[in-house]
Structure formats: C-alpha cells, structure tokens
C-alpha cells in the first residue's frame, strides 16, 4: 500500500478506538499521545461515540410493547 501513509494508519485507529467506545485515556496511552490532543482533534469522534450509550440510557416513557395493539377486523 504505497499510497497510504503511517500517519493515515494511527488516525484511523484512534477513531475506531474511539467509535468503539474505549476511553479517551487508553486510546491515547496506546497511541503515544495525550488525552487533551485526543480531545482537541478528535472531538466529533467522541461525540459521535457518545450517541449509542446516551440513546441506550434513556427509559421510554411509554412502554414498547406491541401487546396494546388490536388487530383489525377483516373487511368481507
């Protein structure tokens, strides 16, 4: 793969850290940086990493059970 470069290889694998949802702190201790860089530059991965959990957290308000549901009666 000549056309990628080295730089190219670590950005992506701190997004996938990221996306994976492993911490800021691991991502960059495995990546050979620091945590405020992490956040500086990558910001919008970690927010967008934060979407499944945050949406995982919320209690429906109304149940999700289809049990209330009555079927409709067949037209002849």
Known sequence: MPEVIPYALRHSS???GLRKGLPIQQVAKAHNTSVKMIERHY???????LEDPARAAVIPLVPRSRENVVPMEKRA
């Open 43 to 49: 910001a919008k991965y970690i927010a967008t990493a």
């Open 14 to 16: 701190i997004v996938r």
